[in-house]
């Protein structure tokens, strides 16, 4: 029988959301299926699933505490089975933190959870200033400010790198 796959995933604006449906694409490419769903939606038991994939952006620093807490529940069980994290930021927009080992976001992530999961990714998500309330958009101006990046409030940037996406995609259906 086909191995039953799951995405669990924390989106504010959507990016997460958007590279959780690419990577359905690439299930459904390879003929395999995948349920998707939002942290707060899922309410199966997940030992329905045998690989577990979990996804989730940054915001001022940390992952969705409902993903977190997720995690910690289910800790005994998501060991007995293939499981990925990615995570999705704006800090890895820097090709010298775009990867697990170096993004300062996953490492500490790691740090201070008790799960080591059979892939770890990260990739890039989207600015868009126009988007965020005021407080928001001054506090994300500052950290791109700090880091680097633009600073300009009409700035819209996807700095997701799509093929990258979608290789990862690939391995999650071959694992
Ligand atoms: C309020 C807010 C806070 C954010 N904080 C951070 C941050 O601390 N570090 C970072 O690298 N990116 C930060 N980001 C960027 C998001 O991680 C990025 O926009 C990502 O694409 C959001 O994904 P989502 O739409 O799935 O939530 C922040 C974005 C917003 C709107």
Redesign the pocket.
């Known amino acids: 029988m086909d191995a039953k796959n799951v995405i669990i995933?924390?989106?504010?604006?959507?990016?997460?959301?958007?590279?959780c449906n690419k990577l359905v694409e690439e299930f459904k490419h390879s003929n395999k299926e995948v349920a998707l769903y939002s942290i707060d939606d899922f309410t199966e038991n997940i030992n329905n699933y045998d690989k577990i994939i979990i996804?989730?952006?940054?915001?001022?620093?940390?992952h969705n505490k409902s993903i977190i807490d997720f995690i910690n529940k289910n800790k005994e069980q998501l060991d007995t089975k293939k499981t990925v994290f990615f995570s999705?930021?704006?800090?890895?927009?820097k090709p010298e933190k775009n990867r697990a080992d170096t993004n300062p976001?996953v490492i500490k992530f790691f740090q201070n959870i008790d799960w080591k999961p059979t892939i770890v990714e990260v990739f890039?998500?989207?600015?868009?200033y126009q988007?965020?309330?005021f407080?928001?958009r001054i506090?994300?101006q500052f950290?791109m400010w700090m880091?680097k990046g633009p600073t300009d409030s009409k700035s819209k940037i996807e700095?997701?790198n799509w093929d990258k996406v979608a290789a990862f995609g690939k391995q999650l259906c071959k694992m």
């Open positions: 995933y924390s989106s504010v604006d959507g990016q997460t959301l958007k590279i996804g989730a952006s940054i915001r001022y620093g940390v999705v930021n704006l800090v890895a927009r976001y890039a998500g989207k600015l868009d988007k965020y309330p407080f928001d506090m994300i950290i880091t700095y997701t």
